[in-house]
């Protein structure tokens, strides 16, 4: 049963957006691309713990703190006996394990050991639990997702779940029964809310609106290759299709994430989408989904 949906985080849709309309440097979009396939990684397990059965507890993107110290974890399992943290990698490619070093042996790139990592946090969520005075048996494991992805020098001591374990790995788990009690659902809803919603170490560049292109671009492929057919918006890249409504309060929601000091104005949007439209259809969009405060010509939506 999933208590808790997994959702893009905000770090990754500020940078979603800011690959679109600026020009990010060759370390911010490296950056920016380890996020979405970091996601989409995610999601690809997600799809796969479905097959898990009996009763128990997921939890997605779980953001802790404790001692003024932060960790996050990908997926908790809560079952009967224990309790799996799950942190889930899309790498892909030849990597290898040498003592804390891990790196990519095409590039030599180097990156956090995910050992080192899951064992910093599976300590500090044992503390967690210690202080809210709760005895739970804790595994973590590290789960390499994608196909493509091989590891050298690994262990067999290692908590690594490799592509091809994958499956067997939550036929493992299925093959153990689990029934919860309250206790289990006391602390699941402690987890939930002791979720934090601002994460410290959100690595988003700075950025100034005048920095961004503003005009309307296509909502599937993110090309600025759109033009106004019948009152729909049409893609000339994709063929992607969406309605002025639809267009507009997804780029409402976007100014908003990016510039949440600036109000909500009809002159405010329809700069920020530069499209053949009139103020008044921007008017008329605004009116019907937001509440307008004020009269006057200084009047914004909330």
């Avoid at 809210?132 to 067999?156: C, D, G, R």
């Avoid at 290759?225 to 969406?242: P, W, Y």
């Avoid at 000091?261 to 259809?281: A, F, G, P, Q």
Wanted: hydrophobic residues 35%.
């Amino acid at each position: 049963m999933e208590l808790k949906s997994r959702t893009e985080s905000e770090e990754l849709l500020k940078m979603r957006s800011l690959n679109t309309r600026m020009e990010l440097t060759q370390e911010e979009k490296f950056h920016y691309f380890n996020l979405e396939k970091g996601y989409e990684g995610e999601v690809k397990f997600d799809r796969m713990a479905e097959s898990l059965r009996e009763e128990r507890y997921i939890i997605n993107d779980l953001l802790l703190k404790i001692n003024n110290s932060y960790f996050q974890i990908d997926t908790t399992l809560i079952s009967q006996e224990v309790i799996r943290l799950l942190d889930v990698k899309n790498f892909e490619g030849d990597f290898c394990l040498e003592k804390d070093r891990f790196y990519a042996i095409k590039t030599g790139r180097e990156y956090k050991n995910p050992i080192t990592q899951l064992s910093k946090c599976a300590s500090q969520f044992r503390q967690l639990l210690h202080d809210l005075k709760l005895h739970y048996l804790v595994e973590a494991s590290v789960i390499f997702i994608n196909p493509e992805f091989t590891l050298y020098n690994a262990q067999v001591d290692h908590p690594i779940i490799l592509p091809n374990q994958v499956n067997r790995f939550l036929k493992s788990i299925n093959s153990t029964s689990s029934k919860l009690n309250d206790g289990h659902k006391k602390l699941a809803k402690q987890l939930i809310s002791l979720h934090q919603t601002k994460n410290p170490y959100s690595q988003v560049p700075n950025y100034q609106y005048e920095q961004m292109k503003r005009e309307m671009y296509c909502k599937f492929c993110r090309s600025f290759l759109v033009s106004l057919q019948n009152h729909i918006f049409v893609c000339g890249k994709c063929g992607g299709h969406e309605t002025v409504e639809e267009a507009i309060l997804r780029n409402v929601r976007e100014f908003q994430l990016l510039f949440p000091e600036r109000k909500i104005t009809t002159t405010n949007i329809y700069e920020w989408c530069n499209v053949d439209l009139s103020k008044r259809t921007f008017c008329r969009v605004l009116k019907k989904n937001f509440i307008a405060v004020g009269k006057t010509s200084d009047s914004y939506y909330k």
